[in-house]
């Protein structure tokens, strides 16, 4: 691999940092960031970690009117050993890369990519929270910068990374949660950009979010956009379900968010010769399975919670508890795993994790 130059302009007054029994989520950031310009006539260009600051964009600034724009989201760990851990971030690098091409954004070097977020991590490496279940959360991210109104993919932008220290996301341990099957709003239809991490899926999740929500439900489980039959995501996680022993989630099928977690929960079934299978699954399934007692467990995936149990799921008229709103086996055993992997407790079989 190649070593980029990546310029270096320290910070001259450090910011004092949060107590980790205090951290939410996403509130506090560290004391550098990565920047990388994009501009037509000379591709990306100059890379540098510079102090945490605002920037400067014009209010033309095309990012601002039609939403060009992608994310992504990982986590840094801090081992016993005061090591830092990054859990498979050229997935996440590769998906960024992904999401970009569906929203005409330019490329970027994945292996500078990944520099950056290992130097930019390595350097505020003191921020890395030291106490059980927390993290340092990393976020990448590009806009399109180009001031101009017109409709179409600009021809400048910038990425970049920041990160915030966060608190564990189960304060008294994994714990099912609520969630409401979502009959009326969508999040994304095949053809669209379900598939690509863009700010627009979230702006439109809202809605959705803030009805059930004050209804007393954490998330939604979305449906797909053109029969509302067939299961999707839940949130930002995609999702499982024990049926009968055998684990089934949704196949990609163009409008689903491809989870890291997701990919890694599949791998660690199968290798410990659990079944599981990616296909289409109706709500009507998950319903009948359940009145016939076969709905054993069903969990979100995703960076932020890992492994998030689903207690109870709302449809139509219908609660459906299920494994009597406890977290399950599986469940367990996965959270245990995945999280056993990033902070370097258990053994990582399939070198997933990439230490600074
Ligand atoms: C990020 C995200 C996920 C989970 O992806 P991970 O890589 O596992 O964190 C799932 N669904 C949506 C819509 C997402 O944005």
């Given amino acids: 691999m190649t070593e980029h130059s990546i310029a270096l302009s320290k910070t001259t007054s450090k910011k004092e940092k949060p ?46 009117h039609y939403g060009q724009t992608v994310f992504e989201g990982l986590k840094a760990y801090l081992t016993d050993g005061g090591d830092v851990n990054l859990f498979r971030p050229e997935k996440n690098i590769n998906r960024l890369n992904r999401s970009n091409a569906r929203m005409c954004i330019p490329a970027i070097d994945e292996n500078l990519a990944l520099q950056a977020i290992k130097q930019l991590v390595a350097l505020d490496a003191e921020w890395v929270p030291n106490l059980s279940g927390t993290s340092l959360y990393i976020r990448p991210f590009v ?27 189960y304060k008294e341990g994994i714990n099912p949660v609520k969630i409401a099957v979502e009959n009326e709003y969508v999040r994304a239809v095949k053809g669209g950009t379900g598939e690509a991490k863009t700010a ?3 702006a439109s999740s809202l809605k959705a979010h803030e009805i059930v929500e004050a209804q007393g439900f954490s998330q939604v489980l979305w449906l797909d956009g053109l029969e509302k039959k067939y299961i999707e995501e839940v949130g930002s996680m995609n999702v499982f379900f024990k049926i009968d022993g055998e684990i089934i989630t949704p196949a990609l099928n163009g409008s689903i968010l491809e989870g890291v977690t997701r990919n890694s929960v599949i791998q660690l079934l199968k290798y410990w010769n659990v079944p599981v299978i990616e296909r289409a699954i109706a709500m009507d399934e998950i319903y009948q399975a359940h009145r016939a007692g076969k709905l054993e467990e069903a969990f979100g995936t995703g960076t932020a919670a890992v492994i998030s149990p689903i207690g109870t799921l709302a449809w139509n008229k219908e609660i459906l508890e299920i494994n009597n709103n406890k977290t399950g086996d599986i469940s367990k055993k996965l959270y245990d795993t995945l999280t056993g992997i990033q902070y370097g407790k258990q053994e990582d079989v399939f070198d997933w994790v990439i230490q600074l």
């Fill in 200 to 202: 627009g899926n979230y």
């Fill in 19 to 64: 107590n980790p029994a205090e951290l939410t989520f996403g509130e506090k950031f560290t004391d550098h960031m990565f920047i990388l310009d994009y501009d037509q006539d000379k591709g990306w260009y100059d890379p540098r970690i510079v102090p945490y600051q605002p920037i400067s964009v014009d209010p033309a600034a095309m990012v601002y």
């Fill in 143 to 169: 806009i399109a910068t180009e001031p101009y109104l017109g409709i179409a993919p600009s021809k400048q932008y910038k990425f970049i990374i920041i990160l915030s220290p966060v608190g564990a996301y």
